[in-house]
Nanobody
Framework: QVQLVESGGGLVQPGGSLRLSCAAS????????IGWFRQVPGKEREGISC????????IYADSVKGRFTVSRDNAKKTVYLQLNSLKPEDTAIYYC???????????????????WGQGTQVTVSS
């Protein structure tokens, strides 16, 4: 079992940047594929990125491709999501989630993940 805690959210102006962190505890992080999701009230949770357990494979939703970068440091038990060129439509609660085992072609579906953090709010506004 793994516990996840996100941090790094906040209020940023359009065009700005943030780095989100997802800190894991309870077990070795390298056993898990990690996904990043975001959700706004009234909308379905959106899968935006995924990174394999070793970090050698990453993928992004079209909505964030070229602006967001996912990485991980298994020794520090932390996964990062760098958010650049932020837009107002990026405003959401951002979650990290862990999936035991390998990557899935359904990486964007929240049901593929076993463990979730509590989320961190990102607000993009002038």
């Amino acid at each position: 079992q793994v516990q996840l805690v996100e941090s790094g959210g906040g209020l940023v102006q359009p065009g700005g940047s943030l780095r989100l962190s997802c800190a894991a505890s309870g077990t070795t992080l390298e056993y898990f594929t990690i996904g990043w999701f975001r959700q706004v009230p009234g909308k379905e949770r959106e899968g935006i990125s995924c990174i394999s357990n070793s970090g050698d494979w990453t993928i992004y939703a079209d909505s964030v491709k070229g602006r967001f970068t996912v990485s991980r440091d298994n020794a520090k038990k932390t996964v990062y999501l760098q958010l650049n060129s932020l837009k107002p439509e990026d405003t959401a609660i951002y979650y990290c989630a862990a999936r035991s085992g390998g990557v899935s072609s359904d990486w964007r579906k929240w049901v593929q993940y076993n463990y979730w953090g509590q989320g961190t709010q990102v607000t993009v506004s002038s």
